[in-house]
């Protein structure tokens, strides 16, 4: 068990009348919108998944045992500053949410004004928020919300770009996400404008290239789900509305509620395909949605070639939802898009994203003279 993160690490907030003062004095453009609400898209259900604990971990990781020295040393305890929020690059800002869950983590008098809400897009030299309070409080926070906030933000602007090109297909991501983060990967997915996959192994029977293999053939591997579904009396749900996933339980207040059936199936072969669908015209089943994993095939001119996946979406004939997958990148994800499948799913969303550039300044020239004065600079 993760012990819990003490706050005294960072020190607890003083008295403000006693601080010295410092604000920016920004060259760059500042929003003139007023202040976002900043959870405009809130995570995705998990139930075992604790946000709070997995910031707990990112500034402990961060904080060690001492705390952090070098702001020990070089910062007056009685100082507040107000700092802002630069965008460095244009995108799609993700993270705001969390990021005033940091804060108040570190330290609830900090007060935090938000120009932009998740999912806007920023531009290059945007000042798009503020936060303003104990300056000790503030450049310890600034890494850790920095980046959960520059990872979110890379995310959400490439599912952004997926997702527009994709349409009318629906752009979705995988579990390809960095280790402990896949709440917050998939977060910003939806952001961005994509929808969520499942979450983990317990939230979807997704049959597989090696379930498949172990089993004997499709047949076998879908006949072994059925029968397993049906002795255990398991029925796994769909949540539905902008922006969800498919998922085995619908989020409830108190604890989750199962639902309809989600069985997928991998096909890799259009002699796949037709398998799973004389399964399905003479079995009872639950399946609801085909894979067609690597049926766009790169050429070696740079194009790609779509014929077998069109195939497979013309032999399907809207009996299942279908899912493209495989050779998945912004330059080909339009014209797998035109290919009439209904999702197309890429793990790069997640696993080689680029961070937006975003940076959190104070005014250190006024900084200096302030530590001037009080012979700490």
């Known amino acids: 068990m993760m012990r819990a993160l003490s706050l005294s690490t960072f020190s607890s907030p003083i008295p403000s009348s006693q601080r010295l003062l410092v604000k920016m004095s920004a060259t760059a453009t500042r929003s003139t919108a007023t202040p976002a609400a900043s959870m405009a898209v809130k995570p995705p259900a998990h139930p075992t998944y604790d946000l709070k604990s997995v910031i707990r971990l990112a500034l402990s990781e961060d904080a060690g045992d001492l705390g952090d020295v070098t702001c020990k040393a070089t910062i007056p305890d009685e100082m507040e500053v107000e700092a802002c929020f630069l965008a460095k690059e244009d995108g799609i800002v993700a993270g705001i949410g969390l990021a005033e869950m940091v804060f108040k983590e570190v330290d609830p008098s900090l007060k935090v004004e938000w120009y932009a809400k998740d999912g806007d897009n920023v531009h290059k030299g945007l000042q798009f928020g503020k936060v303003h309070g104990r300056a000790h409080s503030i450049v310890v926070v600034e890494r850790v919300v920095l980046n959960f906030m520059q990872r979110m933000s890379g995310i959400a602007t490439l599912t952004k770009a ?42 979807m029977v997704m049959i ?4 498949i293999s172990i089993a004997g053939g499709v047949p076998n591997a879908l006949k072994s789900v059925d029968l397993y579904l049906e002795q255990n009396h398991l029925q796994m749900g769909v ?77 399907i004939d809207g009996r299942f939802e279908t899912e493209a997958s495989g050779n998945v990148t912004i330059e080909t994800v339009h014209k797998i898009g035109q290919s009439g499948v209904t999702y197309i799913s890429s793990g790069a969303l997640t696993h080689s994203v680029k961070a937006l550039d975003i940076s959190l300044k104070i005014d250190t020239k006024l900084a200096l003279e302030v530590g001037k004065r009080t012979k700490r600079a």
């Open 162 to 203: 997926m997702a527009d090109a994709a349409h009318p297909a629906i752009i979705l991501e995988t579990r390809k996400t960095a280790p402990g983060l896949r709440l917050t990967d998939k977060w910003a997915v939806v952001i961005g404008g994509g929808q969520n996959h499942r979450m983990g192994l317990f939230d």
């Open 208 to 211: 597989k290239d090696n379930h």
């Open 239 to 315: 949540e539905s509305g902008g922006g969800t996933r498919c998922s085995l339980y619908k989020p409830l207040k108190n604890g989750y509620l199962r639902g309809k059936t989600v069985l997928y199936v991998e096909t890799r072969t259009l002699e796949e395909v037709n398998e799973v669908l004389h399964y399905a015209s003479t079995t009872k089943t639950a399946l609801t949605r085909i894979m067609l994993d690597n049926m766009v095939v790169p050429l070696s001119d740079g194009d790609i070639d779509i014929s077998m996946l069109k195939e497979a979406v013309k032999l």
